[in-house]
């Protein structure tokens, strides 16, 4: 039985009178393929912000399982989430614009290097061959996401799907334990999610990794998630494998008039 490496108790945020996430409770595996539902304004992407560290609980517990040890993270600023395995992709593509599809993936890849500030000034050895290493990680990323042949194009001339594979790559820089993808097909075409499924399934079993993912295409969620977490008004309502969330009452009711 894999171990749980994300535990989240009682997890509240309020923006003055509107609660986003209410008393949200989730426990998740190692390894996991998670989707996380629900309609526009549910409080999915909040949800996510809270898990990031890019806002604070107004009250609740979230705590990740590191070395057999529960460290709470709620609260905690997105770097040293980061910085404890955990990387996320946005609803709103954030490439940096005047950068190759390389640069973007190396730059992320800069907190795992080991020299100093002395050795990049004075190009001592360890700088290059550190600098090596980014470039060959960098490179076998972008072969893994399909666009190692577009490695010198500016990001932001990239179709859009190729885009968000670059997000996916930039992700797995850090090289997560956790991975967060924030609508990750939204403005794909049938064919690019297609090919973003099978790199999400591609990428948890080749890097073990955790993966939870919001997404609106049901296709794709039912297809991939192992289990599914539904919000609706800030709550959870359900929560399942995808046959079970498929027949689940309150999920058609929240669904009511939108296609599962
Ligand atoms: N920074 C904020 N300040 C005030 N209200 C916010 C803020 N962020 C989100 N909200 C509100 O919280 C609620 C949940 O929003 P959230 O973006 O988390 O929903 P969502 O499920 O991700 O929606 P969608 O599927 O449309 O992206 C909405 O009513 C939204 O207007």
Partial sequence: MAETILEVKNLTKNFGGLCAVSNVNMEIKEG???????????????LFNLLTGVYEPSSGLIELTKDNQQIQIGGLKPYKITGLGVARTFQ?????????????????????IRYGTIAAILRLPIYYSEEKWVEEKACDLLKEVGLYGKRNEMATNLPYGEQRRLEIARALAIQPRI???DEPAAGMNPQETTELTQL???VRDKYKLTVILIEHDMSLVMSICERIYVLNYGKLIASGTPEEIQKDPFVIKAYLGEEM
């Fill in 32 to 46: 996991e393929l998670i989707g996380l539902i629900g309609p526009n304004g549910a409080g999915k992407t909040t």
């Fill in 179 to 181: 991975l967060y993808l």
């Fill in 92 to 112: 709103n593509i954030r490439l940096f614009k005047t950068m190759t599809v390389l640069e973007n993936v190396k730059v992320a890849m800069h907190k795992n």
């Fill in 200 to 202: 999400i399934h591609h």
